[in-house]
Nanobody, 128 residues
Framework: QGQLVESGGRLVQAGGSLRLSCAASGRTFSDYAMGWFRQAPGKERQFVASVSRYSRWYETNTYYDDSVKGRFAISRANAKNAVYLQMNSLKPEDTAVYYC?????????????????WGQGTQVTVSS
């Protein structure tokens, strides 16, 4: 079936950095686009970033929400069945539960309802 398990969330001061990790198990996700979503209290879950499957030339494409462009970087390591989200210059408005997501497509952005697999989430809190 496949499981996604996030880690790395914690309390951090504004301007700081965090690296979230998502470890996949139970199946390979090499044929899935992988992404990160977040959900703040009282708000809907929203797309943050995604990384495509590897092309035949071992290249990937990345996609970001405008709110995190230039601050966040997503990457994947198929050999480790993992995906990462490096978050820099964190702001209080980045505070949310961050979810790892997988969708069986080449790449691109997608809505939460189109996700095939979800992790359980990891809390990121940015203090001002």
């Amino acid at each position: 079936q496949g499981q996604l398990v996030e880690s790395g969330g914690r309390l951090v001061q504004a301007g700081g950095s965090l690296r979230l990790s998502c470890a996949a198990s139970g199946r390979t996700f090499s044929d899935y686009a992988m992404g990160w979503f977040r959900q703040a209290p009282g708000k809907e879950r929203q797309f943050v970033a995604s990384v495509s499957r590897y092309s035949r030339w071992y290249e990937t494409n990345t996609y970001y929400d405008d709110s995190v462009k230039g601050r966040f970087a997503i990457s994947r390591a198929n050999a480790k069945n993992a995906v990462y989200l490096q978050m820099n210059s964190l702001k209080p408005e980045d505070t949310a539960v961050y979810y790892c997501a997988a969708r069986r497509v080449q790449g691109g952005t997608w809505n939460p309802s189109e996700t095939d697999h979800w992790g359980q989430g990891t809390q990121v809190t940015v203090s001002s």
